[in-house]
């Protein structure tokens, strides 16, 4: 379709930012680096490893494997500036300021135009009475004795296009507020690099048009996940350990659980279907489904339901590692190690949902499993994703409790979120999650940014309050000092009032609280799962349970962060983030307020449509039913999704409004009313009867115990086991060594000294020589030399050769 | 006086024959065995040319063969000669029994 002809563009953008920043964007952020190249320069060299490991003014000794001056080094990174002196002795590059801004701002100008062509294509999808389209690009490949062709091709329709404006529009904001949060970092450039590569492959995970396409995306956002929580790798902790290394590999390990369930997925699709492509998989599906016909796998016959109820279990495998469900989220909390602006962009906005984005896309599939699991054929995949995504954000929400970090709230508060999209994905409501993603990508960006801010305030804080003392008064505890620490806050909302006012609308509007988004988001899950059609009431107890922890720990940290006095002195020195940061902030936090218009439903007698499939007029609704097949299929009566207009509930609505400010003013008023006072206090809540003791019980973290302490040095040993043992004792010494090795020595020592040395050397060359040697010897003695000898020869064969013609042949 | 046939001719031949193989066989002095040689090739001629006579051969083969015979013997006793000659050099003797470096 030429009308979307622009759409490769939207990857183009982002690309052209990657290959710009990482060519030339230390050049302009670093100039100094390049002025001398012909020159030695030793300071470049060492460059990257000296500053970072300062941060939290960790002690540089010899021992810790970074080679840099045996002396105290506590410049931040933020704050170069005010240590240029000290900076100049050790002889560090300095960013310019010009060149942080060229390389900033064209990455953000790259993210912005991909917004600008996602813009254009929601208009011309608007245009075309939202009929999408598949744009190709070019063929990936073409296998034809499999009939198996993958395509690289673009698919323009209402779902990936909200995906795109969400990823590209919150990538952009995330963007700038990111020049004024990276400032000063030696690997600026470097940072951007990642964020562009991150919104490269983010938008070929949404814009694909087959299941392979999504998974180089997928796996590319894995790949920059990856980079981006390591982007300060070099970091160590008080002990030596690198924390932030640790956890961008503990990110990578855990999705790649969820990877090979991808992969058996597509192994099974493309055997059943012979495409990957997502269209003709779903109107095969429905094809074979309707005419009850059998597949052939593995030379067995199966139903089409029962494959696809395998693919769409390994599918909540691959959503769970990468939306961080149970049993994958352990990854997530860890995240938080990235940089600020990485946490609200990869792991709270955009590639954390990537795994509802597959559910919702896939929904053609979840839905001919339930029909198929609602006679009791096949097992009931899509009941299992609601429940999975209800228990995940019940028990994330409680960790969420017990946790001091200010990200680590905001991370579990993420797998929570991420929790009731995929029970909404799972129950059949598929418009519903999505309209939770896009308000939850709003104001869960909101929040980490402003926890960004507000740990940047306090660092700055800390940072100036260090200039005032000599390193010897500072007390020894003060090297520990964490920044994101809940409990060293306090009281600044009179410090930072810009970011005290933007992080209460999104604490306010992810507790669900009326009328801003995520109350209408999280109440049409609610009022779904509420109504009895579904039969997914346990799913609303425990996603109401999950509401009114989501609210008490909302009350509970803007009351740690913002209110009460300050437990620490760098908090009292904190001071407002610079307007790069905030005007971001502020944009967020608008549509935090006003996101939950896109899908306000609800009053039917004022939106009745009669002519309209469902009724009602839903801005969201309206505009996804175009790619959401099962809505047509179950209109026509071909699939049974239980699908029921959401009226608006009342009672649901106005009861979880009543839970989340009870919960909210709980934490805030009662529970954290004039405690904790000071830094080393205990957590009040662990104070309250019953359920403080159950409390802190979820603050040891249970699965990542679990994994972390059997799972994985369980896994260990049997790997110590397996390689030790199995592979060098067993496998190589003895079945190498002993078995395969000395029974080929013992071969060739038979084929050397036996069949060679006696056999081909003694009998053939040999023997030969010395048979010709004995019948020479016989031979020799019939050579008298004596002429006469052979005359008497000769005159006897003669007379033998006469007798012969004379006698026998005449 | 009878007379003489062939079978005198043959008788002759044998007996020239006898006397040059054994003359080779049982002399050592090399120029009595190239005389021996020359007696049997001789016996040979005299073969031929009884026979010729006595078959009545037209062509004159069995006369003819006989100049073929005493040309190869003329040129065999020129190369025999030279030898001995190179012979009585090497070793100051002509006694073929001397003349035994091929012994096995």
Redesign the interface.
């Known amino acids: 379709m030429t009308e979307y002809a622009f759409a490769p563009l939207l990857l183009l953008f982002p690309l052209i930012g990657v290959l710009f920043n990482a060519l030339f964007g230390r050049r302009f952020v670093q100039p100094a680096l390049y002025e001398g190249e012909d020159q030695e320069e030793p300071v470049a060299h060492d460059h990257a490893t000296e500053v970072h490991v300062d941060v939290y003014e960790v002690k540089t000794e010899a021992g810790e494997g970074v080679d840099v001056d045996h002396e105290e080094v506590d410049v931040h990174v933020h704050d170069a500036d005010a240590h240029g002196a000290l900076d100049q002795q050790h002889g560090e590059i300095h960013n310019d300021p010009t060149g942080e801004r060229w390389s900033g701002w064209f990455a953000s100008l790259m993210s912005l135009s991909a917004f600008g062509v996602a813009v254009a294509l929601f208009f011309s999808l608007m245009g075309h009475d939202f009929h999408g389209a598949v744009v190709p690009l070019f063929d990936w490949f073409r296998i034809p004795a499999a009939d198996f062709h993958v395509p690289w091709a673009m698919q323009i329709d209402t779902l990936s296009v909200t995906m795109m404006l969400v990823v590209t529009g919150v990538g952009s904001l995330i963007h700038i507020y990111s020049i004024g949060y990276m400032h000063g970092d030696p690997n600026f450039s470097r940072f951007f690099t990642y964020l562009n590569l991150f919104l490269f492959f983010m938008l070929i995970l949404i814009s694909a048009n087959n299941y392979l396409m999504l998974f180089v995306g997928w796996e590319g956002v894995g790949l920059c996940s990856f980079l981006l929580i390591g982007f300060w790798f070099d970091r160590v902790d008080d002990d030596g350990v690198p924390m932030n290394a640790n956890a961008a590999r503990k990110a990578f390990v855990a999705n790649r659980v969820g990877d090979f369930a991808m992969i058996l997925a597509m192994i099974l699709l493309f055997w059943t279907f012979h495409t990957l492509n997502f269209n003709p998989i779903f109107d095969e599906a429905i094809h074979l489904f309707e005419e009850g016909q059998a597949v052939s796998l593995f030379g067995m016959q199966f139903s089409i339901a029962t494959v696809l109820a395998a693919v769409t279990t390994l599918f909540l495998i691959g959503a769970a590692g990468k939306s961080a469900q149970i049993p994958l989220y352990v990854w997530l909390p860890d995240a938080m190690a990235g940089p600020t602006p990485v946490s609200a962009l990869i792991h709270a906005a955009t590639m954390v949902t990537s795994g509802i984005y597959l559910i919702v896309r896939s929904n053609v599939l979840f839905e001919i499993v339930r029909v198929a699991a609602e006679a009791g054929d096949v097992f009931p995949a899509p009941t299992l994703v609601a429940y999975t995504g209800a228990i995940t954000a019940l028990f994330a929400g409680l960790i969420a409790f017990t946790r001091f970090d200010i990200k680590k709230v905001l991370a579990y508060s993420t797998v929570s979120q991420l929790g009731f999209m995929v029970a909404a994905a799972g129950m059949g409501i598929y418009v519903a999650a999505m309209f939770h993603l896009i308000t939850h990508a709003f104001f869960k960006a909101l929040l980490f940014l402003g926890a960004g801010s507000v740990i940047h305030g306090v660092e700055h804080g800390h940072h100036s309050l260090h200039d005032h003392l000599q390193h010897d008064d500072l007390e020894p505890e003060e090297h520990g000092f964490d920044p994101q620490d809940m409990r060293v806050m306090g009281g600044l909302r009179h410090q930072m009032p810009v970011t005290f006012w933007v992080y209460l609308i999104g604490a306010l509007a992810l507790s669900g609280i009326f009328p801003l988004a995520g109350f209408w988001s999280k109440d049409e899950i609610l009022a779904h799962a509420y109504n009895p059609d579904y039969g997914f009431f346990p799913v609303y107890i425990i996603l109401t349970l999950a509401a009114i922890g989501t609210a008490f720990y909302m009350g509970r940290q803007v009351k740690m962060v913002f209110f009460g006095e300050p437990r620490h002195p760098a908090a009292e020195e904190a001071h407002e983030s610079p307007s790069i940061m905030t005007i971001p902030l502020i944009i967020l936090a608008v549509l935090a307020v006003v996101a939950g218009a896109i899908n306000i439903p609800y009053i039917p007698f004022l939106q009745e449509v009669p002519d309209h499939p469902h009724g009602f007029n839903l801005l969201l609704e309206q505009w996804l039913e175009h790619s959401i097949p099962s809505f047509h299929l179950s209109a026509e009566g071909l699939l049974n999704m239980p699908y029921k207009p959401p009226v608006f509930s009342i009672f649901v609505g106005a009861l979880s409004l009543l839970l989340a400010l009870g919960a909210f003013f709980l934490a805030y008023s009662v529970i954290y009313g004039k405690r904790p006072t000071e830094q080393h206090e205990e957590d009040p809540i662990r104070e309250v009867p019953v359920f403080g003791p159950i409390i802190s019980a979820f603050g040891v973290l249970p699965l990542d115990t679990l994994y972390m302490r059997y799972l994985i040095p369980g896994f260990n040993r049997f790997a110590d086991w397996a390689a030790y043992r199995l592979d060098w004792a067993f496998w190589h010494d003895f079945v190498h060594d002993n078995l395969i090795r000395d029974f080929f020595v013992g071969f060739s020592r038979f084929a050397s000294d036996v069949l060679d040395d006696r056999g081909v050397d003694g009998a053939l060359v040999e023997g030969s020589a010395r048979f010709t040697r004995a019948v020479a010897g016989v ?10 000898n052979y ?2 020869g000769l ?1 006897l064969g003669v007379v033998v050769l006469l007798a012969y013609f004379l006698l026998v042949a005449g | 006086m009878a007379e003489v046939t062939i079978e005198w001719y043959i008788a002759l031949s044998t007996v020239l024959f006898t006397i040059g193989a054994l003359g080779v066989l049982m002399r050592r002095n090399a120029i009595i065995i190239f005389m021996s040689i020359e007696l049997m090739l001789n016996a040979a001629n005299l073969a031929f040319v009884a026979f010729a006579r006595h078959l009545g051969d037209e062509l004159l083969g069995g006369q003819i063969f006989v100049f073929f015979v005493m040309t190869v013997a003329a040129a065999e006793v020129a190369v025999g000669l030279a030898l001995i000659v190179a012979i009585f050099r090497s070793k100051q003797s002509i006694n073929i029994d001397e003349v035994n470096v091929l012994k096995g």
């Open positions: 031979l020799r003695l019939t050579q008298t030399g004596y002429v006469r005359a008497l005159f």
